[in-house]
């Protein structure tokens, strides 16, 4: 979305890292970091071995996720006995895997925790649907998102690097997966109504106002304020003159999910700001893929390209 830079803008109103309530963080996309060698077997990243089909790294602000995907790979047997429904289309499966480096605190390395177990979940189900999946019959594509740093917006910042390590696996799919966060700046989640009860328990009617929605959360904010994460499915999109990516079909919300608490008349307008957010971002997105594509066409295939900020 465009930032009025004509008008002032009190200080007092800027957000801790200096952002104004619809700004989003800086953002930067590269398709093919990770390239497999054939000549050695092993990949660009020593940590990552194996072979890749595509790979995405993303950034932002200060979360940042690689991503790559295998396959498809055609499997000689799927699970015994499974519905012949089921063997006519792939299967896509997702894993998050957060560094223990990633955040403030050094966390032990260890097995998958509730919330990245949720977050695999959740990839899988809002990417699926957009994925054409009959294509590749008995068939698996797995994603894996490496979260290196994490500073707020982990979920968005997987469901854009898992689109774009897609991409660039030549999956086909229907449009762009594109998530957001945003947060409101009416209170903290514990104090009106949750959403969906429409009643308010301990938050006074005069107090619950639903402006003052906040755009791409950093952690501090997402500790302290009511949240969500919304992912727009954009379909055969054009960029618009502002830079933001307009579907020319029906846009369709895949995900929509809250950690928090809020009162429910805070969630429209929480939800039109993520949306403006993902628009934003997708027209990001679509820079980095028709530059990784430039990359391509001319010659250069290595790695990197693609990188928008």
């Known amino acids: 979305m465009p930032l009025d830079t004509t008008s002032s803008y009190p200080l007092a109103l800027l957000r801790p890292d200096g952002r104004r309530w619809n700004e989003l963080r800086r953002f930067q996309a590269q398709l093919s970091p990770i390239r497999s060698s054939s000549t050695s077997g092993t990949t660009m990243a020593g940590s990552i071995s194996g072979s890749v089909d595509g790979s995405s790294y993303l950034e932002m602000g200060n979360t940042k996720v690689l991503c790559t995907v295998v396959g498809p790979v055609e499997e000689a047997q799927r699970v015994a006995g499974g519905a012949e429904s089921d063997r006519n289309k792939a299967v896509l499966s997702a894993e998050v895997n957060v560094a223990g480096f990633s955040g403030v605190e050094r966390r032990r390395q260890g097995g998958r925790d509730k919330r990245t177990t949720e977050m695999s979940h959740t990839l899988v189900q809002s990417l699926s649907p957009n994925v054409l999946l009959h294509l590749y019959p008995r068939s698996t594509i797995t994603l894996t998102c490496h979260v290196l740093s994490q500073d707020g917006g982990m979920l968005a910042a997987c469901l854009n690097a898992a689109t774009l390590a897609l991409v660039d696996a030549g999956v086909p799919m229907r449009g762009y997966i594109v998530g957001c966060s945003a947060g409101s700046m009416g209170g903290k989640g514990g104090g009106g109504g949750t959403v969906g009860d429409g009643s308010s328990k301990n938050e006074p009617e005069e107090e619950q106002d639903p402006s003052d929605p906040l755009l791409d959360l950093n952690s501090l904010e997402e500790t302290e304020l009511p949240s969500l994460t919304i ?79």
Not at 256 to 268: G, K, P, W, Y
Not at 270 to 281: E, K
């Open 231 to 309: 992912g727009l499915q954009l379909s055969g999109g054009t960029t618009t003159s502002s830079g933001d990516l307009e579907s020319t079909e029906k846009e369709k919300v895949t995900t929509l999910i809250s950690e928090t608490r809020f009162h429910v008349a805070r969630l429209e307008g929480m939800m039109a700001v993520a949306v403006d957010g993902c628009r934003s971002l997708g027209g990001l997105m679509d820079e980095a893929v028709r530059r990784r594509g430039e990359v391509v066409l001319g010659g250069g295939g290595g790695g990197g390209g693609g990188g928008v900020s």
